[in-house]
């Protein structure tokens, strides 16, 4: 069997939507990607578009150009497919085989892992914005004490200065 990456590696972003490539997939399901393609033919009522899609040349070029494990993609006669979470569960159905359903737990845990990761972001960007909106604040009003206290820092102007030194009180 081949050394297989981690999960969250082969899960991309293509078109908005957290996708895994066909290649992929069926390395994780033990089946050759011509017969989990053959089964998702055979069974295209299970597949709508927002389950699998095929990707466009651009995409493929992409995919290959970012995805080191992918670069056999690139002289493929067709364009892989990309399964979303509801797709790749819905292989592992159609293919169904003892390791395709023990590997769907792993497949929905690692875009369950993701979505995780996703929201904490969120959170955190969202306290960051939060932070900066209070530095911006506080450095407001730190400009606006500076310049209310600058006028009391300098000496008055209309006093004479004193000289410095012994001083006679005797005029000549």
Do not use: W
Request: hydrophobic share 45%; glycine share 2%.
């Amino acid at each position: 069997m081949k050394q297989i990456k981690p999960l969250e590696s082969m899960i991309l972003t293509i078109r908005g939507h957290k996708v895994i490539i066909d290649a992929d997939l069926a390395a994780l399901y033990d089946v050759p990607t011509k017969a989990l393609n053959q089964a998702v033919r055979r069974n295209s009522d299970r597949f709508p578009d927002d389950f699998v899609f095929r990707l466009n040349a651009k995409e493929r070029l992409e995919v290959v150009t970012n995805c080191d494990h992918l670069a056999r993609l690139k002289f493929s006669r067709s364009l892989p497919l990309a399964f979303t979470e509801h797709g790749a569960i819905m292989a592992a159905t159609v293919l169904n085989s003892p390791k395709a359903v023990s590997m769907s737990v792993f497949v929905v845990r690692a875009f369950v892992r993701l979505r995780e990761q996703i929201a904490a972001n969120q959170t955190i960007l969202k306290r960051l914005a939060e932070i900066d909106k209070t530095l911006i604040e506080h450095d407001t009003a730190l400009v606006d004490l500076y310049e209310k206290l600058l006028p009391l820092l300098q000496p008055p102007a209309d006093t004479p200065q004193r000289r410095i030194g012994f001083q006679s009180k005797r005029k000549s």
